[in-house]
């Protein structure tokens, strides 16, 4: 089975592609890191406690007011004030670094216990490839695992401004930039795809319409088709000794890309 991971940054179109993905033709399963960080600090979960604790004493509207809903289990909390949780974290301030590294050490590790579960049933159903859709894939190292990384790209900085202003209304300018800058440059991670070698990274370049996305969408899945072949994906699935070491061996291979790259930027930046 293909573990396709599928990253970009905020306001790029990854979850448009994501969703072109998840339809015919293509009719992939996605593993949405996003919906599963929601899922894992849900009011009554262990990662809602922990937030609470860190961040509910310098944060005064962490949380919003009970739903007028009478289902709803007051029991377990009131829901998490997401947007208010952002302005916590994102920026560039030593300090707004210091809470996103406490955030991220708390939903990270959940998020990869539900991944491994889903990826794992996706695997027993004979599936050809499985996207594992994470805006944070590098930085999280989340890629070491996938056979191919796509990452979807704009080549003007300020389209995504453009798109996540008008996406999230409630922004300032100010907010934006933080939330874009908090993501990483995606040409950078565009360039860093491109350098896993062709059928092994793949960039989807979005700067036009959702048809122009579509053409770009074709075009890399062939070149994914060729390099993971879906009568590949069957031998492994009748084989899993097979299915472990091909594992391994995409695990090692990502490792040493990983590291040329790393020593290539280190390099560029020892000649600035």
Request: include cysteine; aromatic fraction near 6%; charged fraction near 30%.
């Amino acid at each position: 089975m293909l573990l396709l991971g599928l990253t970009g940054s905020i306001a790029t179109g990854k979850s448009t592609v994501s969703s072109i993905l998840s339809a015919p033709p293509y009719s992939l399963p996605i593993i949405d890191a996003d919906i599963l960080a929601r899922r894992v600090v849900e009011p009554g979960s262990a990662g809602y406690a922990k937030i609470l604790a860190h961040f509910q004493h310098n944060t005064p509207d962490l949380l919003l007011p009970f739903p007028d809903d009478a289902t709803y289990d007051r029991s377990k909390g009131a829901p998490l004030n997401r947007p208010a949780l952002g302005r916590r974290v994102f920026g560039d301030s030593e300090e707004r670094r210091r809470d996103r590294a406490v955030l991220n050490g708390i939903v990270h590790p959940a998020v990869r216990r539900e991944m491994y579960k889903e990826l794992l049933m996706c695997y027993l159903m004979g599936c050809w490839a499985v996207v594992l859709d994470v805006p944070l894939l590098f930085e999280s190292s989340l890629d070491v695992l996938c056979g191919t990384v796509m990452v979807v790209a704009v080549c003007d900085p300020e389209i995504q401004m453009k798109r996540l202003m008008e996406r999230d209304s409630h922004l300032t300018r100010e907010d934006a930039e933080n939330r874009v800058r908090s993501q990483g440059d995606v040409r950078e991670k565009a360039r860093r795809c491109e350098a896993r070698g062709p059928g092994r990274g793949v960039v989807v370049w979005n700067d036009k319409g959702k048809e122009e996305l579509r053409g770009e969408i074709e075009r890399v899945m062939k070149e994914v088709s060729r390099a993971s072949p879906r009568w590949w994906a069957w031998l492994l699935l009748l084989c899993p000794p097979l299915a472990g070491f091909a594992g391994l061996w995409n695990y090692w291979r990502s490792l040493v890309i990983n590291k040329k790259w790393k020593e290539g930027e280190l390099q560029a930046k020892a000649k600035l």
